[in-house]
């Protein structure tokens, strides 16, 4: 079973404007933390914002904010004023903190795109 | 503050050939992972270190594949008889854990590796 499903292979969004991009995940384990990757053409994966299970507020990270709703397992990420840099994309991670491995379990990932 | 390099950016092989890739992680960070990410998917998890300890490898890990990191800083990944399936981007990743902060993995350009 999909531990992190992205259900928006693609998503325009104008200039200035906000944008969500959902990501929804599946755990038994208590303590898990949600994480938010961008990677633009270069190939880079860029780290974006994080979310612990135990954090009672929504992580703010300038521009981006990450809508947590855990009974509804869901951590989706608002980037507030779109810019045409923007334009990457989008991959919504987690980690069980109770996994030896330590591993991200990777989403499947949504394009954002930015219309001037 | 340097990121994570990795070397080479771009291998093209011929199949049945050997490849080694080289990871250079953030200063002082204690831990090292490997990915694999083909074309439209998420990275997936290949293999973990702590220090120079290899702690954790995925079942993706076939036999043909080697990870090492042999002081604790550097890594290097091989494969062995490469096969057109193994065309993918690698990418590595490096954190640190400190009491009471996040374990943030950072991601490396990558390596892209294509097998003729």
């Known amino acids: 079973a999909q531990k992190i499903t992205q259900t928006q292979p693609g998503m325009f969004v104008q200039e200035k404007e906000a944008v969500t991009l959902d990501c929804t995940y599946d755990t038994s384990d208590q303590s898990y933390g949600l994480f938010w990757y961008k990677q633009p053409s270069s190939g880079e994966m860029i780290f974006l914002i994080y979310q612990g299970s135990y954090d009672e507020q929504n992580a703010t990270e300038g521009r981006y904010s990450l809508n947590f709703q855990k009974a509804r397992k869901s951590a989706n990420l608002v980037i507030s004023a779109s810019q045409l840099g923007d334009s990457a994309m989008y991959f919504c991670a987690m980690r069980e903190l109770n996994n030896a491995g330590n591993m991200l379990t990777f989403g499947g990932g949504t394009r954002l795109m930015v219309k001037p | 503050d340097t990121g994570v390099s990795q070397n080479p950016r771009h291998k093209i092989t011929k199949r049945g050939q050997n490849v080694t890739f080289r990871c250079d992680p953030i200063s002082e960070h204690n831990r090292l992972y490997w990915y694999r990410q083909t074309l439209g998917q998420g990275p997936e998890f290949l293999t973990y270190f702590q220090n120079e300890a290899q702690l954790e490898k995925s079942r993706l890990l076939s036999d043909r594949f080697s990870a090492e990191r042999p002081k604790g800083s550097f890594s290097t990944l091989e494969i062995q008889r490469t096969e057109q399936g193994d065309s993918a981007m690698y990418l590595c990743?490096?954190?640190?854990?400190?009491?009471?902060?996040?374990?943030?993995?950072?991601f490396g350009p990558g390596t892209r590796l294509t097998v003729l």
């Open positions: 990743a490096s954190s640190h854990r400190r009491a009471g902060r996040t374990d943030t993995q950072y």
